[in-house]
């Protein structure tokens, strides 16, 4: 037997005080919070330590390459809700073009579409998903390209949203109504 709808509930609004004001902090002001985090917080001591975990402070990789890692992690996990997220917050805020968009879904990591540093964050993430390592030839691109804390940013990006989507793709969350469609 499969279920077609979600398989956890998420917890109801009003929310707890605490709960509201975690909320508060991680959404934009106006927006619900996603399903993602109201399901997970059906278990507090799991929804706490995803958030610790989570990387959604500055780090050192800008914005657009974080998003490029993001997208592509969450296209290769088949993550239609988080990809689809991530591109209607994002995909605008840090310039990708629609060729951009389609190709973290569908392109590879020769696509003419991204700059040479962008080709070693598809690479990095393919490698990394596909393998669960890095090539000894890529390690030194990237290592050529990036700062040592930006490859360990790229890295903990890759795994982190790797379980973000085995989350979603687990719960079978629903698009949120504003995400875009994978393409």
């Keep these: 037997m499969t279920t077609t709808g979600p398989r956890v509930e998420p917890v109801p609004p009003p ?17 619900p919070p996603l399903a993602l985090f109201t399901t997970l917080a059906r278990v507090p001591r799991i929804y706490d330590r995803f958030r610790a975990g989570s990387l959604l402070d500055r780090g050192p990789v800008s914005l657009r390459h974080r998003e490029i890692v993001i997208d592509r992690t969450c296209a290769r996990c088949g993550c239609a809700y988080e990809w689809g997220v991530h591109v209607a917050f994002f995909a605008q805020r840090v310039a990708l073009t629609p060729e951009q968009v389609r190709a973290t879904a569908r392109g590879d ?75």
Excluded: C
């Design 15 to 31: 929310f707890p005080p605490e709960l509201q004001a975690v909320f508060d902090r991680i959404m934009p002001p106006g927006i």
């Design 109 to 183: 990591g020769t696509d003419a579409s991204w700059s040479a540093e962008e080709r070693l964050l598809i690479r990095l993430v393919d490698d990394l998903h596909d393998t669960s390592s890095i090539t000894d030839d890529l390690w030194k691109e990237l290592a050529a390209a990036f700062s040592l804390e930006q490859v360990f940013e790229a890295i903990a990006l890759v795994g982190f949203y790797h379980t973000v989507s085995f989350f979603a793709n687990g719960f079978k969350l629903p698009p949120e109504s504003f995400a875009a469609p994978l393409p």
